[in-house]
């Protein structure tokens, strides 16, 4: 999953593909490096500059709508969590609701639903979108996050959502500290025998430059060491920035388990 901002105050991006053209190109390039999904957020997720949903609306649903024309292969994800911006991305070439912030608008859960598009079911604790997380605890953070996502999952079905079509996400960062982006990850086991496919959103995370002592532009071999241990153990989708570097390593790691041969074996073989 190939994450593109439509904003001008990304953390990670700052803003690079918040005008059109420089979004399609992002895309362009992340599909041409494997992205199977596009994910299309137009509100940073930390705070910052209120963004109203009529302005939310208009940076994400012309991308949308050029995105599915160009790319009709692609699964196109709307990074939203108001329901009427769900909706009108649905309309113009949406085929998943990618909610980060575990359904503080309850109606989005509905529209996914309603229209019979995936939905992605996240934890944050119930923090309050736009907020960073602070002094927080849980008894068991894996417990919390199973219990949180798999009762959304299953309200996500009882609303219409196919029930192959729904992936959930720990949500690394949202509503916890490093220790707990740990936990999730030495206990991804658990997630992933609840069935449900797991998606996770690693990327560049602050848990990850906060393990590693690395500033925001050198998280990237923190972030694919955790992307391989993930991938090993079952994860299913993973939301990046690194397209490229995320999709050679959940090559090889497929090839190190024996799901899939190598692309171009030659050495001692000729």
């Known amino acids: 999953m190939a994450i593109i901002n439509r904003t001008p105050d990304s953390f990670y991006d700052r803003g690079a593909t918040f005008a059109l053209n420089d979004a399609l ?24 500059e209120d963004v109203s949903e009529a302005e939310e609306a208009d940076r994400v649903i012309p991308l949308i709508e050029a995105v599915a024309r160009r790319h009709p292969g692609v699964t196109v994800s709307v ?57 927080v605890h849980y008894d068991d953070v894996v417990a919390d996050v199973i219990a949180e996502t798999t009762a959304l999952a299953e309200r996500a079905v009882a609303c219409g959502v196919p029930e192959d079509l729904i992936l959930i996400d720990p949500t690394h960062d949202f509503g916890k500290n490093t220790f707990h982006g740990l936990e999730l990850l030495r206990r991804v086991d658990e997630l992933v025998d609840t069935g449900w496919p797991v998606l996770m959103a690693l990327s560049n995370k602050d848990f990850i430059g906060e393990t590693v002592g690395r500033p925001l532009e050198r998280r990237v071999a923190g972030t694919l060491a955790a992307t391989a241990w993930a991938a090993d153990r079952g994860v299913a989708a993973f939301r990046v920035h690194e397209v490229g570097d995320t999709v050679d390593v959940l090559r090889m790691t497929a090839a190190i388990r024996g799901d899939v041969r190598p692309l171009a074996p030659v050495r001692g073989l000729v």
């Open 25 to 48: 190109d992002r895309v362009d390039g992340a599909v041409g490096a494997g992205a199977r999904i596009v994910d299309i957020g137009g509100v940073k997720a930390g705070p910052g």
């Open 79 to 135: 990074d939203t969590w108001r329901s009427g911006v769900a909706d009108a991305a649905i309309g113009a070439g949406a085929s998943l609701v990618n909610d980060t912030w575990s359904g503080h608008d309850p109606e989005l859960v509905e529209v996914a639903g309603a229209h019979r598009v995936g939905y992605v079911c996240s934890h944050t604790g119930g923090a309050v979108p736009r907020t960073r997380p602070h002094r």
